[in-house]
Nanobody, 120 residues
């Protein structure tokens, strides 16, 4: 199983970006999906997560600006980031809790980091 991340880039403050994360390979179920981010000198923090049932959680700093969604048929999750601020500059990493076979526990899988740079 692999997670393929896409999106990110350079944007001015107030702009928008959309991150995508899609799973490929043999699996039976995807549970939580989400993104963490890490900027230089700081710890990695959860940005947003969405459960298999669609429940969402957001970091306080992004509430009202970021929206996470998923399309299970595509095995994908999306993070729409609006009203971006320079403080959002970081490497964003998507993750997913995936069960590859019934009878086995789910494991965390990670996509490659995506750089998001917001200029002032």
């Amino acid at each position: 199983v692999q997670l393929q991340a896409s999106g990110g880039g350079l944007v001015r403050a107030g702009g928008s970006l959309r991150l995508s994360c899609a799973a490929s390979g043999s699996l039976v179920s995807i549970y939580d999906m989400g993104w963490y981010r890490q900027s230089p000198g700081k710890e990695r923090d959860l940005v947003a997560r969405i459960s298999k049932g669609g429940d969402t959680n957001y970091a306080d700093s992004v509430k009202g600006r970021f929206t996470i969604s998923r399309i299970d048929d595509k095995r994908a999750a999306y993070l729409q980031m609006n009203s971006l601020e320079p403080e959002d500059t970081a490497v964003y990493s998507c993750y997913a809790k995936i069960r590859v076979r019934w009878g086995r526990a789910e494991n965390d899988y990670w996509g490659q980091g995506t750089e998001v740079t917001v200029s002032s």
